[in-house]
């Protein structure tokens, strides 16, 4: 066979399967030369999904006839100076506009300012027109219509127009969050209008514009650094959580990116505090030198390379834990919303017969009369933990066991403040169905699922002792050796450290071979090959070995749930009120094991609402 030179039109319909792999693909790499122009007006109008047509206005710099011409070339950029390690635009590879162009009808007006006309160029199938004179204000109109006209085996690979919009819509939401000193408007005969007015510098105005209102009162701010690499953004509180990730957001140096880096760490920050099947909710944003990142990794730009991933995961990882130990442990305001809307409108109390007689009887009624008052209950046994027994016994943890221990007295508060104004979670008043605790606060009352409150409190007490000290590990009668391959046994080697805190005490044996001499106590009897070909995999995939400590903290969880204290307790008000404090001491108290809320709040304005006072 004779090696040929590709022609121009082919090579750039062969780039355009890389760039363009759909129409939100084309309208972020317009969207990102809008905003490397300058522009601080952004409007995008879509038709058939972005298929039939995608138009890009910006009020940027726009172009004189030379850079037009150059534009829709290959590899011709402006923004690219000195070498790959110093980018600091969203666009540099010079492949959009013509590989655009090649599989699409591609027009572009633009206007520099003090230019007395517009000019115009036109791409079709590959085919470039002369330029010429044309009508317009100061920026840039790009219009693409027909895309994969030329190529209509790319067309049978497209979505719903339906589908595509959305894909599009979502591209303009991180656009979006990323800038949002920048307006943009969304429209078409294919979508509603869809409008996001420049908020400056308040990047949580902005994101509260995308996300909902309802994020602003759910989020904790993030500000950290470590060696040079900052972190700022917004997460939410775990009880403020949605059904897919996708309302996780990343920006690397005002980049949006879907890296596996930032979405595993976001995933492990929220460990055991997010129901299994839901996300959370979180804007994050590194800025770092940029030749500490690689941006050239994929022709979308979507992926990127940290040199040091193991910081950024501990930055992004410590940063969001720490949010969540200062202020986590409040409610979700989707819960008290929920609750309000459960109560039915226009309730009156003589539509009850049941209630019809009670207002006469309840004139004489005293707190001793009640039949439901818990009388001559005996002080809970040592640890409300009701037997926790087995491997939890191996442990041996002594303060996780006293420390769940609610009855210890009350401390003394004054007559005149009240223990509802001097505590968050106030005082109780009630416990209702044997599970359920209702307590007063100075604005609101607070109701307290007291299983899962207490699930929680064990849990981490037991955190606690898992990364205090070297956990308790089982000898292996005979050590056992399991064959990998021989990259895999590299990165096991690696963090052989880390394993042996967690009581896996394992060491290489020949090229590709791994002898484990102990197996964590927590686990039991357990299949040792397996759990090393999962950590391996693990480690090649994410790059951090967390899943020995995610299933022991996942033990944990199940050994605390089993040993709280029950639904149907009986519970006297000073354990009530002790179980208040030391949630309000925990870190992550605000949720289960499972991610489900422990308390929901409501203010007494809501309550107000209710009875038509306010």
């Known amino acids: ?117 517009a000019l115009r160029i036109q791409v079709e199938g590959g085919k470039v027109s002369e330029i010429g004179p044309a009508s317009g204000n100061f920026g840039t109109i790009v219009e693409v219509r027909d895309l994969f006209f030329a190529t209509p085996a790319r067309l049978k690979f497209l979505k719903t127009e339906r589908a595509e919009a959305a894909a599009i819509t979502e591209v303009v939401k991180r656009m979006a969050i990323a800038f949002p000193a920048i307006r943009f408007v969304l429209s078409g005969t294919d979508r509603s209008l869809l409008e996001f007015p420049a908020t400056g510098e308040d990047h949580l105005a902005r994101i509260g514009q995308v996300l ?129 809307r459960a109560f039915r409108p226009g309730f009156h109390p003589g539509a009850s017969a049941g209630f019809a007689g009670r207002p006469a009887a309840a004139a004489g009624w005293t707190p001793s009369a009640s039949p439901h008052r818990p009388l001559g209950l005996s002080p809970l046994q040592p640890g409300l933990s009701e037997g926790v027994q087995g491997r939890f016994d191996s442990l041996t943890m002594p303060a996780a066991r006293a420390e769940t221990q ?76 399991v064959d990998l391959p021989e990259e895999d046994c590299d990165r096991l080697a690696a963090h052989a450290e880390e394993f042996d805190r967690l009581g896996l005490a394992l060491e290489r044996f020949g090229p590709g ?25 693990e480690i090649a995939e994410w790059e951090t070995a967390g899943g020995l400590f995610a299933r022991l903290e996942h033990v944990a969880a199940t050994m605390a749930c089993h040993g709280s204290v029950r639904s149907g307790r009986l519970l006297r008000v000073e354990e009530m009120n002790a179980l208040l404090r030391k949630m309000e001491e925990t870190p992550g108290s605000g949720q289960c094991n499972h991610g489900r809320p422990t308390y929901v709040e409501l203010k007494l304005a809501d309550i107000e609402r209710l009875f038509g006072r306010s």
Not at 78 to 97: D, H, Q
Not at 450 to 455: K, L, N, P, S, V
């Open 212 to 340: 909902g209102a309802d994020f602003r009162s759910n989020a904790i701010e993030l500000d950290a650094e470590r060696e040079e690499v900052r972190l700022q953004g917004f997460a939410g509180i775990p009880t403020f959580n949605r059904g897919n990730s996708a309302h996780q957001y990343a920006f690397v140096n005002g980049r949006p990116v879907q890296d596996k880096l930032i979405l595993s760490a976001i995933r492990g920050a929220y460990a055991e505090t997010v129901p299994q099947g839901r996300y959370p909710v979180a804007v994050l944003s590194l800025t770092l030198d940029p030749a500490y990142v690689d941006v050239n990794v994929h022709p979308a730009k979507s992926d990127v390379r940290f040199r040091d991933p193991s910081l950024v995961r501990g930055l992004i990882v410590g940063a969001i834990r720490e949010a969540l130990t200062r202020e986590g442990a409040r409610p979700s305001t989707a819960g008290a919303d929920a609750m309000l």
């Open 513 to 537: 071979a791994m002898a484990v001499r102990e197996t964590p106590a927590m686990l039991g009897e357990m299949d040792v090959q397996a759990l090393l070909r999962q950590l391996a995999d």
């Open 406 to 481: 609610f009855s210890e007295p009350v401390a003394e508060v004054s007559a005149s403040a009240g223990p509802e104004r001097q505590f968050p979670l106030g005082a109780a008043r009630a416990q209702v169905h044997g599970n359920y605790i209702v307590a007063q606060t100075g604005d609101g009352l607070v109701i307290v699922d007291q299983h899962a409150a207490h699930e929680r409190l064990v849990f981490e007490d037991m955190r606690k002792a898992l990364t205090g000290r070297r956990l308790p590990s089982q000898g292996l009668l005979i050590p056992e050796i």
């Open 1 to 117: 066979m004779v090696v040929k030179q590709l022609p121009e039109t082919l090579i750039n319909q062969i780039a355009a399967g890389e760039v363009i792999e759909r129409p939100a693909s084309a309208a972020k790499e317009l969207i990102e030369n809008a905003i490397d122009a300058g522009a601080t007006r952004i409007e995008i109008a879509t038709a058939g999904g972005g298929k039939a047509l995608l138009r890009i206005t910006d009020n940027g710099a726009g172009m004189d006839e030379a850079d037009l011409a150059l534009a829709v070339r290959r590899h011709c950029t402006s923004k690219l100076e000195g070498s790959l390690a110093t980018i600091r635009s969203l666009g540099f590879r010079g492949e959009a506009l013509p590989s655009i162009g090649s599989v699409a009808k591609l027009s572009i007006a633009t206007r520099r300012p003090g230019a007395p006309h």
